[in-house]
């Protein structure tokens, strides 16, 4: 057999653009499917509470100027909040006896309202 003057073995490039548009996409609701899926169960920030958002707290309060020493000890006080919430929030989810894994806006409510810390502006 002979090669052709190309090199190539017999196959045109016609036939490859062929074959390669055969191959479909897939549409735009199967690959928003699928980072979502790919999404589901992961951490949404993996630094955790980041300078920038203890910033925003502290202006909030009526801070201008933030010490340095300040971002790890708010960090701290944080973590140790939302974990005791959610123990709580937890403990109040075994009480009533659901067999739910969701946790609703009312079970947090109830949990700060047993940290005296009583929210009414959710409706």
Do not use: W
């Amino acid at each position: 057999t002979t090669m052709p003057a190309s090199g190539k073995s017999g196959k045109s490039a016609g036939s490859k653009a062929k074959v390669a548009a055969s191959k479909k996409a897939p549409s735009k609701a199967a690959t928003k499917a699928a980072k979502a899926a790919s999404k589901r169960g992961k951490e949404v920030s993996k630094r955790g509470i980041t300078k920038a958002s203890i910033r925003k707290i502290a202006r909030r309060g009526g801070c201008k100027r933030i010490a340095s020493s300040v971002y790890d000890e708010a960090r701290t006080i944080l973590r140790s909040f939302v974990d005791n919430l959610m123990h709580d929030t937890g403990a109040i989810m075994e009480m009533f006896g659901k067999t739910r894994s969701t946790v609703r806006p009312a079970d947090v409510m109830f949990a700060l309202k047993k940290q005296g810390r009583t929210l009414y502006a959710v409706a």
